[in-house]
């Protein structure tokens, strides 16, 4: 247990259709990072946030978006959801250079 | 365009092998090298290289960094089956706050 909590786990869905995926970093860590893992895309860099500031983001498409709250969790949002969307998304939180990852949200578009 | 590539992509070997998997790079404002397992669930960090040349080692694994040739490899040596997984290596570019590109990762099997 990395001691990162992701909630849900698994998440059906439609097309078209908005969904929240929540992240909680390990206690103190103030960096939390969002992940895609797809199949056909392998492990994909979303964006990161420090402190509740974004820091970077990566291949993050526009209908997502992300922030951290003041309590550090995070939530990562997905609009006008499409088949492809369809992955594991993963959240991870670091203090120092170990990053530590949840256990993952199973997002399933129909 | 920045690219991470990982080679072998598959790797079989026997219990007690020692293994070395390669990640090279062509990252624009390379900050640090990172080095994941990942089984059937989350990945898990195994390394950050910053330094060219200095060997980062945790039991029998180990990683070193050549930022001059632009690549990195990890050796596991006496392997075991519980070394089975994807080994992931990601570069983190210089930007405000740390944006990764990940390789594809190796697959590594060790047979008993």
Not at chain 1, 9 to 29: E, F, M, N, W
Not at chain 1, 31 to 56: C, P
Request: proline content about 4%; overall charge neutral.
């Amino acid at each position: 247990d990395s001691g990162v909590t992701q909630t849900p786990k698994h998440l059906i869905t439609a097309t078209g259709q908005r969904v929240t995926l929540r992240c909680s970093p390990r206690s103190g860590d103030l960096s939390v990072y969002w992940y895609q893992q797809s199949l056909d895309q392998g492990l994909q860099f979303l964006i990161h946030y420090y402190n509740g500031e974004e820091r970077a983001k990566g291949n993050i498409l526009e209908r997502f978006s992300a922030q951290q709250f003041p309590d550090l969790h995070s939530e990562l949002n997905l609009s006008s959801l499409e088949l492809g969307d369809s992955a594991l998304y993963f959240c991870a939180s670091s203090v120092m250079e170990t990053q530590y990852f949840g256990p993952g949200t199973r997002l399933l578009v129909l | 365009e920045d690219k991470v590539v990982q080679s072998p992509l598959s790797l079989v070997v026997h219990e007690g092998d020692t293994v070395t998997l390669n990640c090279s790079y062509e990252v624009t404002n390379f900050r640090s090298l990172l080095w994941y397992k990942q089984e059937k669930k989350a990945p898990t960090f195994l390394f950050m290289l910053t330094s060219s040349g200095i060997e980062k080692k945790s039991g029998r694994l180990s990683s070193i960094l050549d930022k001059k040739e632009l690549f990195s490899i990890l050796n596991i040596t006496a392997t075991q089956t519980g070394d089975s997984a994807i080994y992931l290596c990601a570069v983190v570019r210089d930007s405000y706050g740390q944006n990764f590109v990940f390789g594809p990762g190796t697959r590594l099997s060790v047979l008993p």
